[in-house]
């Protein structure tokens, strides 16, 4: 799907207002009558329509983002009165006694820094889709700006409590976004409907992993920046809403897309196959929370089992989620029940 018709289009409308000017918009009904018609038609130009159609809700929900989201400084909470120098600055290096961490929490740490590293890649995702035009341009750049400042604030905590090896820290960084994060060929829709589920999905890891870290410091930054998630889980969920009254078979389908293929954006980082399941047997995050703290709460909201409203492609879209929801919340019990038998037998072991 290609933004630049979008932009094309939004710049011919009559009074249309380009950023650094003041000239204004017309209204969203006139805009409509002179604009919907240069837009391309029928399914293949589904996508580019949306993208205008749902200008008007990204503009709503970004001035609602703004009256509420709350600017922090991440300088706040990092506790640099616990810093020391380095050896190249007279002090001393890294040394594993130095963490206060436990082996599971600076693993947690670590995966949910390197995610917030790959902002770069995820900049160009959302911009390649929706634009940098029109408020679709003006929510990427606050997106961006507001969640750079997550992995500045976890680096700083990590290096001043020299919570993890500091070098072997900045060797990840660099591969891992020297990889990148590619999403594929993700239509609009399938964009935003992955968004609506990472964005929560980060904000139970982050909180989770703070309580992991015993760390109250740690545990206030880590809430402060699962709040920024949730607030952007908020915006994204609420374009699939709209998105679903506009074309519900599409949006179906680019729902069960997501949910049926989801995997987290840090999944291309150097042993993240056996960090997640480290991460799955703390509790941190696991089958049974993606099942009932992300995936179900935001299709409850979106009333995805009580809509009325779907075509044919749209009712076997929705069967084919429900079996895989199933299929889910069985591998979900399973694993718990797993783990809280592998947790009796450590327990037994450790009080012999």
Known sequence: MRWELYVAVHRSMPGARHFGTDRKIDSPERCQMTATDRLPSGPEGIQTRLLYELEGVVEENLNRHMAIARDWMPHDYIPWSRGRDFALLGGEDWLPEDSPLSPVAKTAMVVNLLTEDNLPSYHREIATRFGRDGAWGQWVGRWTAEEGRHSIALRDYLVVTRGVDPVKLEALRIEHMTAGYDSGDKTLLQAVAYVSFQELATRVSHRNTGAS??????????????????????????????????????????????????????????????????????????????????????????????????????????????????????QASRFVEQRDRLRAREAARAAK
């Open 213 to 330: 870290t015993g760390c109250p410091v740690a545990e206030q930054l880590l809430g402060r920046i699962a709040q920024d998630e949730n607030l952007h889980m908020i915006f994204y969920r609420n374009l699939v809403d709209a998105a679903l009254n506009l074309a519900p078979d599409e949006t179906m389908s680019a729902i069960r897309d997501e949910v049926v293929g989801f995997t987290m954006p840090g999944a291309g980082m150097t042993d993240f196959q056996r960090n997640s399941v480290t991460i799955a047997k703390a509790g941190i995050y696991d089958l049974r929370l993606h099942h009932d703290a992300v995936i179900q709460p935001v299709l409850k909201f979106w009333r995805i089992f009580d809509r009325d409203d779907f075509g044919p492609v749209g009712e076997q879209a929705r069967e084919e989620l429900s079996e895989f929801l199933v299929g889910l919340d069985t």
